[in-house]
């Protein structure tokens, strides 16, 4: 079918299908406008989504609807000292009807664009926002073009936004591609239009497809192949209309993620090898060497002070098994057991999370305050058993749970190692982890076991290698002395978890979290007592009772309240998209770093080199920019940077050079002679 033929084919639907004024009463896309913010303040700039909800059977269109679509407009109604920006729209899908390609959406989906409040707009002042919306509906039989009215009621404020609306256009957001910082090319070479994309050849892509925005230049129902060469994409497809200069389109990747390109007309790169867009492999190479950099960077976490405490655990019930091989064996496994299964329930939620459109990374269970309330009565907890405030038959000996308690308390300890350890980024997680970002989840989960299985591995090989094991000291005495000791290193955890928990929730919900670890104290204090025979059981359950009545109130307080989510009192400014462009323009180098409270190698690497006073004086002198990017609660504009550049968790350093296209990722253990030596580099 010819192009023209397709045209004229078009146009008679649309004619023929035009409604009456009657008919057009009736949508069969429901609109509805939303505002992320009811109160924007003035001087600010919020998101406004313009949500879309087909009805079974039909389907909306991109902003190019291919060759017989269009997209929405919408004809503004805008109050005094507002303006808005143009829609951003989802990754799109290609749907081919009677030999004519559709660029469509069959599922809800939703429009954003950006609303700014002039500063000089009066708090209170009425801001509401309406117009009149037109789009086309279709269903593979018909096409409707609609139109409705919509509006959001707004009042110039200060600009809060709630936790659940918050989510909402998180969700949104991230099912728009995103933006490549470098640009493409495209070339025709007679009727052939062929394209090349910068795209990192570890990136997998899942049944690809380019949509572009630029009219007259494809021809929309023709095939398209795709190749790698190197780090490039090159597509390959059929030339339609006379189309010049620069062009913009957007590449599906797979599962709604895209990204959006910026091609300049030039030489195109050779095609190589081809890219099955179906169901295509892995990269073998990629994947094993992710699982090897898993499991040795687990291995390496033991050494981490995050890990420390909890292997303290560890350490007093291999001495208390006093070499015995068939429990130190069981224990082994256990441990290991406990271990890798919390890595991969932690990274099925993740991969899980992700496909729900969440902006998270790894070690997202710290970036909530609930997560680290609970850590904190845990490790509250420990502290008080290690000093003997009271006993739990885990921690007793007693010869009837040598066997049985010894596994079960294996397997624990190994979880909360796990849970515990997963915030730290040691050397080669980094990148190991950043790999589950482009393999298929079947893919990824054993790269998260394998982060498990090498945290376990120093435990597994004193169950099971009887040369390690006989080195371990006989039980004897020493052990309550070493036990009290170990209280030290955990009642330290208790306080960076303390400190951490503030820092998250401050204001309101801080004084019923400090009076439930108050409480929670007093609880296994009396507790100890009960079981010396100096207090009452009686007793006892009044004080857990108000304990649990306390804890409820703070839990409730943690999932209601907002989070504070206070920057690190460190050098340099918030780093933002727009940040981050603006000190580029400077011609001046740029240090960006991305860091949580959580997160201790990002702490080691804040006191031992960024904020050595050396170090910021040559930043100074040489006029080095510094950006950072504060992910303690969780960002989602710092989670898909973080993804961008192959990583899903902090620490990660970026330089970038005067004119250099790319930055350079510096090493996860900074030295204050490395950055000195970026400064001062001509």
């Known amino acids: 079918m010819t192009a023209a033929w397709r045209a004229m084919l078009a146009v008679l639907a649309l004619a023929l299908l035009a409604p009456g004024p009657a008919r057009a009463q009736t949508v069969n896309i429901t609109p509805q406008l939303v505002a992320e913010t009811a109160v924007p303040a003035p001087g600010t700039t919020t998101t406004l989504a313009l949500g879309m909800t087909p009805a079974k059977g039909w389907h909306g269109y991109w902003l190019n609807g291919g060759d017989a679509g269009f997209g929405m407009s919408v004809d503004w109604n805008l109050p005094e000292g507002v303006a808005i920006s143009g829609f951003r729209y989802p990754v799109p899908e290609a749907l081919m009807l009677f030999g004519m390609m559709n660029h469509v959406y069959e599922h809800p989906y939703a429009l954003l664009a950006d609303i700014e409040v002039d500063r000089s707009v009066a708090p209170g002042s009425d801001l509401t926002l309406s117009g009149v919306a037109n789009w086309l509906a279709c269903t593979d039989k018909v096409c409707v073009p609609e139109k409705a009215v919509v509006s959001v009621k707004l009042t110039a404020g200060d600009g809060t936004i709630s936790a659940a609306s918050r989510a909402r256009f998180d969700a949104w957001r991230a099912r728009l591609p995103q933006p490549l910082d470098r640009a493409g090319h495209w070339e025709r070479r007679g009727d052939v239009l062929r394209f090349d994309i910068p795209l990192p050849a570890g990136v997998a892509i899942n049944a690809p497809h380019l949509f572009l925005e630029t009219q007259n230049l494809i021809d929309y129902p023709a095939p398209q192949t795709f190749s790698r060469n190197g780090d490039w994409i090159v597509i390959e497809t059929r030339a339609n209309g006379d189309a010049t200069g620069p062009a913009k389109g957007l590449v599906k990747l797979a599962d709604g993620r895209g990204l959006t390109v ?82 991969l329930a932690l990274g099925g939620a993740l991969l899980a999370l992700r496909a729900a459109g969440e902006q998270v990374g790894w070690a997202f269970q710290l970036q909530h305050p609930l997560s680290v309330f609970i850590l904190l009565l845990l490790a509250v907890a420990i502290t008080l058993n290690l000093l003997g405030a009271y006993e739990l038959p885990s ?49 990824a989960l054993p790269i998260f076991g394998g982060l498990g299985l090498g945290l376990a591995l120093p435990f597994l090989a004193i169950g099971f290698l009887p040369a390690l094991r006989n080195r371990l000291p006989r039980p004897g005495p020493w052990m309550a002395t070493f036990r009290k000791w170990m209280a030290l290193p955990m009642g330290i955890t208790a306080l960076a978890l303390a ?19 108050i409480w929670s104290i007093v609880l296994f204090n009396a507790l100890g007592r009960q079981q010396r025979g100096r207090t009452s059981r009686r007793t006892v359950l009044f004080f857990l009772f108000v304990a649990v009545a306390i804890t409820a109130i703070s839990v409730r307080g943690l999932v209601n309240g907002a989070h504070d989510g206070t920057v690190s009192s460190i050098a340099g400014d918030s780093f933002s998209p727009e940040a981050l462009a603006k000190a580029r323009a400077t011609g001046k180098p740029v240090f960006v770093y991305f860091t949580a409270d959580w997160c201790l190698s990002c702490k080691a690497n804040e006191a031992g080199a960024i904020d050595r006073e050396t170090v910021q004086e040559a930043f100074k002198a040489r006029g080095v920019a510094t950006l950072v990017g504060d992910w303690t609660n969780g960002d989602p504009v710092i989670t898909r940077t973080l993804a961008e550049h192959g990583r899903n968790s902090v620490p990660l350093y970026l330089w970038y050079a005067p004119g250099a296209a790319e930055p350079e990722i510096l090493p996860q253990i900074l030295t204050p002679g490395l950055l000195i030596e970026k400064a001062e580099a001509k």
């Open 395 to 443: 921690f007793g000996g007693g010869r009837k749970l040598a066997g049985q308690g010894g596994a079960a308390g294996g397997f624990w300890t190994g979880a909360l190692a796990a849970f515990v350890a997963t915030p730290c980024s040691g050397p080669l997680l980094g990148a190991a982890l950043g790999a589950t970002l482009v393999l298929p989840a079947w893919a």
């Open 262 to 343: 910026d091609f300049e007309q030039a030489a195109v790169r050779p095609a190589g090898k081809p890219v099955v867009g179906a169901r295509p492999g892995i990269d073998m190479g990629l994947f094993w060497a992710a699982l090897g950099g898993a499991v040795l960077g687990g291995l390496i976490l033991n050494l981490m002070p995050c890990v420390f405490p909890i292997l303290s655990l560890k350490a007093l019930s291999l001495a208390r098994s006093g070499g015995d091989a068939r429990e130190a064996k069981g224990e082994a496994v256990a441990y290991t057991a406990g271990a890798v299964l919390v890595c």
């Open 499 to 517: 400190w951490l928990l503030w820092r998250q929730a401050g204001g309101a919900a801080w004084p019923p979290v400090l009076a439930a670890v």
